[in-house]
Antibody, heavy 118, light 111 residues
Framework: QVHLVQSAAEVKKPGASVTVSCKTS????????ITWVRQAPGQGLEYMGW????????KYAQKFQARVIMTTDTSTSTAHLELRSLRSDDTAVYFC???????????WGQGTLVTVSS | QSALTQPPSASGSPGQSVTISCTGT?????????VSWYQQHPGKAPKLIIH???VRPSGVPDRFSGSKSGNTASLTVSGLQAEDEADYYC???????????FGGGTKVTVL
């Protein structure tokens, strides 16, 4: 079975950076893109970008272009999301998901709550 | 402000049908047949229920159906059941620059 397991919740101070990990299993890691989506408390889904594990090529949403880095480690089938210069409005649950086709993610991680607070 | 426009809420009685609209532009919904729909229950990860406008993944009941006309996509839930009460999000491919855009979500209530 396909599984995406994310790292534990984080609490960070404004201005800091956070890295969220997404360990995959049950499929060929390089055959599907990984996307990152976040959800602020009580709000909707927000697309952050995606990365192709085959060539490690990321594509970031414009809003996050300056602050986000997405990477993959094919040796462990794990994707990572780093978000820098954190602000209070970055407080959200961050999800990783596997792309089935364009704009369709068929398997999701359980979500990682990142809280930004002084 | 979300790129795709959905009504904030919709409701129906058990057994009835409810249809949710998702309006975009010719640069996203109208330009590609890559519209997907997600169901999300409170505290859970989203679940893919429709992709490529009207394709149901394995295991998704055929009570869920999708369609598209011009710049507007729609999700219909027929024969509403209590477990269909959830938030629903549309999503569209938006080209190589923007790539993916979401709707703001629609809360479906089963009366």
């Amino acid at each position: 079975q396909v599984h995406l397991v994310q790292s534990a919740a984080e609490v960070k101070k404004p201005g800091a950076s956070v890295t969220v990990s997404c360990k995959t299993s049950g499929y060929t890691f390089t055959s599907h893109g990984i996307t990152w989506v976040r959800q602020a408390p009580g709000q909707g889904l927000e697309y952050m970008g995606w990365i192709n594990p085959y060539n490690s090529n990321p594509k970031y949403a414009q809003k996050f272009q300056a602050r986000v880095i997405m990477t993959t480690d094919t040796s462990t089938s794990t994707a990572h999301l780093e978000l820098r210069s954190l602000r209070s409005d970055d407080t959200a649950v961050y999800f990783c998901a596997r792309f089935l086709t364009l704009a369709a993610a068929d398997y999701w991680g359980q979500g990682t709550l990142v809280t930004v607070s002084s | 402000q979300s790129a795709l426009t959905q009504p904030p809420s919709a409701s129906g009685s058990p057994g009835q049908s409810v249809t949710i609209s998702c309006t975009g532009t010719s640069s996203d919904v109208g330009g590609y047949n890559y519209v997907s729909w997600y169901q999300q229950h409170p505290g859970k990860a989203p679940k893919l229920i429709i992709h490529e406008v009207n394709v149901r993944p394995s295991g998704v009941p055929d009570r869920f159906s999708g369609s598209k006309s011009g710049n507007t996509a729609s999700l219909t839930v027929s024969g509403l059941q209590a477990e269909d009460e959830a938030d629903y999000y549309c999503c569209s491919y938006a080209g190589s620059n923007n790539f993916v855009v979401f709707g703001g979500g629609t809360k479906v209530t089963v009366l």
